[in-house]
């Protein structure tokens, strides 16, 4: 079975500058993919970056970049030069390359741009 | 359409009641999935269409919860004699078939937020 935690239920940052958010998972797969998405409060699931797990380069997607660490299971979301439109919740999300190809979500983190 | 549409938006049905909740996905997008999201939850899947081959349902809940898709187009999720636990929204999305360029990003609708009274 696969799980991800992510362990921040809520983060604030300043206006401008960076924050990391932590996310850390469980799978037996060698092969899968692994998703940051953004859900403001219009509810719309919103893809922030993805990271395919054979690549070992880090993904980044302008002020988005994560650090994804196989051996550890770790994958975290750094949003650089922070803006207020960034205020929402993020779920972390990994999918299997095999079978039915759902996503499997983290409880997420509810981050907050302060002016 | 441009995106992946829903209907409704939002839904409040009285306990016992039964609904329906429709997606449309992106046109050319083979794979459909529906997932759950409880109030200050993550999203839970719940099933997920492939083309013409029979359904993954090994994420719903219990037999009160079904779905259908026609083809690679519509798809209606049914809840039968509604239950407050149901309270949730209802999210759908699309993507590409599975082992094509592209495919793992899935493209989700608003959702339909359900209340059960």
């Known amino acids: 079975a696969q799980t991800v935690t992510q362990s921040q239920p809520e983060m604030s940052v300043q206006e401008a500058e960076t924050v990391t958010l932590s996310c850390t998972y469980d799978?037996?797969?060698?092969?899968?993919?692994l998703f940051w998405y953004k859900q403001p409060p219009s509810r719309q699931m919103i893809l922030v970056i993805r990271?395919?797990?054979?690549?070992?380069q880090n993904a980044t997607e302008n002020r988005f970049s994560v650090n994804f660490q196989k051996a550890a299971k770790s994958f975290s979301l750094k949003i650089s030069d922070s803006q207020l439109g960034d205020t929402a919740m993020y779920f972390c999300?990994?999918?299997?390359?095999?079978?039915?190809?759902?996503?499997?979500f983290g409880t997420g983190t509810r981050l907050t741009v302060i002016p | 359409g441009a995106g992946v549409s829903q209907s409704p938006s939002n839904k409040v049905t009285e306990k016992g009641k039964d609904v329906e909740l429709r997606c449309d996905p992106i046109s050319g997008h083979t794979a459909l999935y529906w997932y759950r999201q409880r109030l200050g939850q993550g999203l839970e899947f719940l099933i997920y269409?492939?083309?013409?081959?029979?359904?993954?349902k090994s994420g719903l809940p219990s037999d009160r919860f079904s779905a259908e898709r026609t083809g690679e187009s519509v798809s209606t999720l049914t809840i039968q004699r509604t239950q407050q636990e149901d309270s949730a929204v209802y999210l759908c999305?699309?993507?590409?078939?599975?082992?094509?360029?592209?495919?793992?990003?899935?493209?989700f609708g608003p959702g339909t937020r359900l209340t059960v009274l």
């Open positions: 269409f492939q083309g013409n081959s029979a359904p993954d």
């Open positions: 999305a699309s993507s590409f078939a599975p082992g094509l360029v592209g495919a793992g990003e899935q493209f």
């Open positions: 999300a990994f999918m299997k390359d095999s079978g039915a190809n759902n996503l499997f």
């Open positions: 990271q395919e797990a054979y690549k070992q």
């Open positions: 799978t037996s797969e060698n092969n899968y993919y």
